[in-house]
């Protein structure tokens, strides 16, 4: 296995992570911690596939999880402090 796949399936297992924490009710999907690891995850999968065989419908499905991430953390920051 390359270091590739490896960082490819540490991210599908992270994204995971975050999605079964979401479902069960064990992670709010808005707060930074399933944002970040859903960042952290499509940027893993983005770079094995950038690195290795391409494949456009996963790049394009794993990039919009990324800007989806980075746009919740960006609103999750700005939000107004009380």
């Known amino acids: 296995m390359s270091l590739q796949d ?3 399936l540490v991210g ?3 994204i995971l992570l975050a999605y079964a924490g979401a479902a069960l009710g064990r ?5 930074p911690l399933s944002l970040t690891c859903n960042l952290v995850g499509a ?3 983005l770079w094995s596939l950038f690195t290795q065989a391409f494949n ?4 394009v ?3 919009a999880w990324a800007l989806v991430s980075l746009f919740g953390l960006a609103r999750w920051a700005l939000r107004p402090k009380s």
Do not use: N, W
């Open 56 to 59: 456009l419908p996963a790049a």
């Open 27 to 31: 992670v709010d999907p808005q707060r």
């Open 43 to 45: 940027s893993l999968i």
């Open 12 to 14: 599908v297992l992270v």
């Open 6 to 8: 490896a960082a490819g």
């Open 61 to 63: 499905m794993e990039g």
